[in-house]
């Protein structure tokens, strides 16, 4: 930046030496020879006034030429940053933050937003200041060229300056408006595009083409209003700054048929005042692309200032040096905060052993998935605390309470990466014999090594190549590899057929031994060898104990029973 300022200065001052050597070479050559005595070039003959105007303009061309390269490094490296920056702080952030705000907003403002910034810091301030400094130095040299021309130069433009800030604000709040349409649109198209057999499968591909156009046109019109608003700034900019030269120069041929001005006075003057309206011009540009930018930068400083709601406490501490990990639920309750007068956890108190495993088990919305993410603090307990072996969840770095814990989602997540990738997602350090070894576990291995490539087969985006039953066999090899020391499944066989789940429930008998594990079914033929079953309803624990146990006492867990086992 410094460089750039000191290319800017360089370039700004050369360019404010042209009228004057302009000036001294009418006067050399039409005047009558003042210049030769007392100009900026006195002694220079004719031609050489011409090759000093050619090297004041080689030299101006190469310091534009080094801050144009230099600018816009800078822009493209503040956005880089920038983007980096916003993104980090994004992945910081706790589910509570994603359920007001579409991901597809996010992208906007990582994509476009940014890109505007980009232009704006690597293009348009660059000029702007260029065009500052032109103005700034040219009207200095008015003052010194004709001072009675300068004063009334000033005088008028000082009348312009309110208008001018009054239409740039409504400029800016214009411009984060459009903004915040364009993002809508792309937050639905996201939306849409990652639900595509859905879409097809309804037949509404021209219902969603309808709804993207509509948002579109809301975003078109907006930009019209913005743009509207700013071509009214431009007109009013160069009207008035122009209407006051052309006037103010006619002051001047006044003056210099009077005798009281120079031939090269003038043209100097002239110059000069050409600069100067070159400069407001592009000022006028370039302040609604900053305008608009300003409102694109508030856009992503709300990201970049975002505070997640779950953070590390004043003084963590480390986890206990355990091989296996006790968890108990102390009183616990816990409300979403979309919902908070409704408790989707209420006063459960659970232990659970080292190396224990506990199904939990009940109609949807019991609270089991809660359970989970409270487990994992996502999001934070309304009543009561968490405790693995004695230590408060929240006395823990986030990242030392979620390394310990390995999950499956009943929904797995597979990347745009190879087979090896997306199984050593669970432990990046992990080797490809390690990955190898869990994916034997999992019953994936036989599905990989049909693959083209085998380990390093391409799945695609969120896992297209592959089926619902393969996607979580790859889920539960990437938990087994992780080998942390408590296991939370959450319907992890729910998409397997009955022979791939008999595999992988042989595989994770093996991952769960020495392990902590917590399961949640729904299918209560999977947790018939658990060591203990934990039944919920409303948030509440209703029964616990073995599965025989509880078959035998005709509660809850014996209706859901008689209805899924005995039929």
């Not at 490296?77 to 589910?95: E, G, H, I, K, N």
């Not at 933050?97 to 301030?125: K, P, Y």
């Not at 001005?261 to 003038?266: A, C, F, I, V």
Request: charged content about 20%; hydrophobic content about 50%.
């Amino acid at each position: 930046m410094a460089l750039a300022f000191a290319l800017l200065c360089l370039g700004s001052a050369t360019i404010l030496v042209v009228p004057l050597a302009f000036r001294d070479m009418v006067d050399a050559g039409f005047g009558t020879g003042v210049a030769a005595r007392a100009g900026l070039l006195g002694g220079l003959s004719l031609d050489g006034h011409f090759l000093a105007l050619f090297g004041l303009a080689a030299f101006w061309a190469l310091a534009v030429s080094a801050r144009y390269y230099t600018v816009s490094w800078i822009g493209e490296r503040v956005t880089a940053d920038l983007r980096s920056a916003v993104y980090a702080r994004v992945l910081d952030q706790s589910p509570a933050f994603f359920e007001t705000l579409q991901t597809g907003e996010v992208l906007s403002r990582l994509t476009g937003d940014a890109t505007l910034i980009q232009t704006v810091v690597g293009s348009s301030v660059s000029m702007g200041l260029r065009s500052l400094f032109q103005f700034i130095g040219g009207m200095v040299m008015l003052a010194v060229t004709s001072p009675r021309l300068f004063s009334l130069n000033l005088g008028l433009m000082a009348l312009l300056a309110l208008p001018i800030l009054a239409i740039g604000r409504k400029v800016r709040k214009l411009s984060r408006e459009s903004q915040d349409r364009i993002a809508d649109a792309s937050a639905l198209a996201g939306e849409i595009l990652n639900a595509m057999p859905t879409v097809q499968a309804y037949t509404q591909e021209p219902y969603e083409a309808q709804r993207f156009a509509d948002r579109s046109e809301n975003s078109f019109a907006t930009a019209i209003r913005r743009t509207r608003v700013r071509a009214a700034l431009t007109t009013l900019i160069i009207t008035a700054v122009m209407g006051t030269i052309i006037f103010v120069l006619w002051v001047g041929a006044q003056q210099v048929r009077a005798g009281t001005l120079t031939t090269g006075q003038l043209a100097s003057f002239v110059l000069y005042a050409a600069l100067v309206a070159g400069g407001v011009g592009t000022l006028a540009e370039v302040w609604g692309d900053v305008m608009r930018a300003a409102g694109a930068a508030e856009r992503l400083l709300e990201l970049l200032h975002a505070r997640s709601a779950i953070v590390d406490g004043p003084l963590p501490r480390p986890p206990q040096a355990a091989t296996q990990a006790a968890i108990r639920f102390e009183h616990v309750s816990f409300a979403y905060p979309a919902r908070p007068d409704v408790r989707a956890v209420d006063d459960i108190d659970l232990a659970i052993a080292p190396g224990e495993s506990v199904a939990l088990v009940g109609p949807s919305g019991a609270g089991k998935t809660s359970l989970f993410q409270l487990l994992l603090r996502y999001y934070e307990v309304s009543q009561g605390a968490i405790r693995i072996n004695g230590q408060d969840i929240r006395d823990l770095r986030l990242h030392d309470l979620r390394r310990a814990i390995a999950i499956v989602p009943q929904d797995p997540v597979i990347f745009s990466a190879s087979a090896l990738d997306n199984i050593r997602y669970g432990r990046p350090d992990a080797s490809d014999d390690e990955v190898i070894a869990a994916a034997r576990a999992a019953a994936a291995d036989e599905f990989i090594e049909r693959l083209p490539d085998g380990y390093r087969t391409f799945l695609g985006e969120r896992g297209t190549r592959l089926s619902g039953g393969q996607r979580q066999r790859i889920a539960i090899a990437r938990a087994i590899v992780k080998g942390a020391r408590v296991l939370l499944l959450d319907e992890a066989t729910s998409a397997l057929d009955a022979e791939s789940e008999i595999l992988v429930q042989r595989g994770l008998s093996a991952a769960m031994t020495g392990r902590t594990t917590l399961i949640i079914a729904h299918r209560l033929a999977t947790v018939q060898k658990v060591d203990r079953i934990v039944v919920m309803e409303r948030g509440r624990i209703v029964e616990t104990g073995s599965p025989a146990d509880l078959r035998h006492r005709g509660g809850l867990y014996a209706r859901l029973a008689a209805l899924q086992l005995d039929l």
